[in-house]
């Protein structure tokens, strides 16, 4: 026999005026291979139409669906209701806009982060649409491409008390990107100016080290060794900073 | 009115040099606190091999000169960590809220840095003010003060929380500096573990042997 659901959602929509926030069931059967983009899609149409969440791709590419499930941030396409208990807590992504009910604004975070990076490939060399295109090193390329997996759900920055803690602070997401900025070869800016941007407390030395942001991406992303690497990089740009046979 | 959020530039070279001196006096004293339950833990072979350790540490000025740099470490650690706990309540609030909602471990693992940090700073104070105020060391006066009055108690509980946050501490420095690699993560959780539980047991035994030591 199916199991019967009960989904305790947050619900408030910062745009009504005498809208407060709150959690408010509903009960759905379980269904086989149920995900809970579906069943929130189920909610929407038969129980609820004013329930707000978001989702694009539902396959877990978008990163559109994140969302605080049984308070583990995850994407709602990717986690079946078979893995969870009859009782499933959504609540929107912390440290996030909030838009209403599960939806958050992440875009806005997201770009803001990436123009505070100038996450864009640094070149003063003149692109010449005729010449042959320069083949990368194919382990560089992977090397890359491992990073730029990143689909920018905003998993990590809500599992991240650091982030939660202080909103200047700008997380796994955004030392995973610089990383991938620093791996390539076509990006011109040297270590110093990499240390600009992200050796303080804002950026890689602000992190504490909890790892709630390796723990839950959805997309596996080498998070601890990747803050790792750019914390004893920029360590290292430190020393040479201040060391009088480095600093020129 | 587009949404923004502000990501204000600042001056990184002083955030990294905090940060490296935090974490190279982190491992000073992780260092230190394995080799002082050692060193205490000679008085199992005996007050006479204690005595002569301490009197070793005593000749060569160790101790003298030692024991207030240690205090100067221990401070300064203190205050360089201190930049990164939440002393005001609504930023205990979001930490606290966020560690629960998560249930993760070393999450919960900061928590107990940042709490076992508390009583060590007021009890380690106390602890080497009363044995720097009274050299040189001996079994004889250790086993004396640990025979009196509340002091059993008060090392009863400073050495499980100096032994939490120690293990927590070169766990954590290890993972944010890379020396602990991702692959070996849950190893070195295991082996945090095992070695914070080896050392709570043997200060344990210690203490139960400084509870025989006959004082002239």
């Known amino acids: 026999m199916n199991r019967k659901l009960t989904f305790s959602i947050f619900r408030y929509n910062p745009q009504e005026t005498g809208s407060s926030p709150g959690m408010r069931e509903f009960r759905l059967e379980e269904t086989e291979n149920l995900n809970l983009f579906v069943a929130l899609n189920l909610i929407r149409e038969t ?9 694009c791709c539902r396959a877990g590419i978008c990163g559109a669906c994140a969302m605080v499930i049984n308070g583990r941030p995850r994407l709602a396409c990717r986690t079946k209701t078979a893995e969870l208990p009859e009782k499933i807590v959504l609540m929107p992504l912390p440290g996030f806009r909030l838009v209403g009910d599960l939806s958050v604004d992440t875009g806005a975070w997201f770009r803001s982060m990436n123009e505070r990076l100038r996450s864009w490939i640094h070149t003063d060399e003149n692109f010449d649409p005729d010449a042959p295109e320069v083949v990368m090193d194919n382990q560089v390329a992977e090397e890359i491409y491992e990073l730029d997996r990143c689909i920018e759900c905003g998993c990590c920055i809500g599992a991240c008390a650091t982030a939660q803690m202080r909103s200047d602070f700008m997380g796994a997401a ?5 990383a991938r900025f620093m791996l390539d070869p076509r990006d011109k800016r040297t270590n110093r100016e990499f240390f600009e941007i992200v050796g303080t407390d804002q950026g890689i030395f602000g992190c504490m080290g909890l790892l709630g942001c390796h723990d839950v991406c959805p997309k596996n992303l080498p998070l601890q060794d990747q803050l790792a690497h750019v914390r004893r990089k920029m360590g290292r740009q430190a020393l040479k900073n201040i060391l009088p046979w480095y600093k020129n | 009115m587009q949404y923004q959020v502000a990501f204000p530039t600042a001056s990184g ?9 935090q974490m190279l006096l982190g491992l000073a004293l992780v260092v230190f606190m394995y080799l002082h339950a050692l060193f205490v833990a000679s008085i199992l072979l005996g007050p006479q091999v204690f005595n002569a350790l301490a009197d070793f540490f005593e000749r060569y000025y160790l101790a003298q000169v030692g024991g207030p740099l240690l205090a100067l470490v221990f401070l300064t650690h203190f205050f360089m960590a201190a930049r990164r706990i939440p002393f005001s309540q609504q930023d205990q609030k979001k930490v606290w809220t966020s560690t629960r909602m998560l249930a993760h471990r070393d999450t919960w693992l900061w928590t107990v840095q940042v709490v076992t940090a508390m009583f060590i700073l007021i009890m380690g104070a106390i602890h080497i003010w009363v044995v720097l105020t009274d050299l ?28 939490m946050h120690v293990g927590a501490g070169w766990y954590r420095l290890g993972i944010k500096w890379g020396v602990i690699k991702s692959s070996a993560r849950n190893k070195a959780k295991r082996a945090e573990y095992y070695i914070t ?14 509870m025989f030591v006959s004082v002239s």
Do not use: C, H
Request: aromatic share 14%; proline share 5%; net charge neutral.
């Open chain 2, 136 to 163: 040189p060391i001996t079994a004889d006066k250790s086993a004396a003060r640990i025979q009196t009055g509340f002091w059993l108690g008060f090392y009863l509980l400073l050495l499980p929380m100096v032994e």
């Open chain 1, 47 to 55: 129980q609820d139409p004013s329930l707000q969440f978001d989702f």
């Open chain 2, 13 to 21: 070279s002083r955030a990294a040099l905090l940060d490296l001196v």
């Open chain 2, 197 to 210: 539980g080896f050392f709570i047991l043997l200060g344990l035994i210690t203490l139960a042997r400084f």
């Open chain 1, 174 to 178: 955004a030392m995973n990107r610089i």
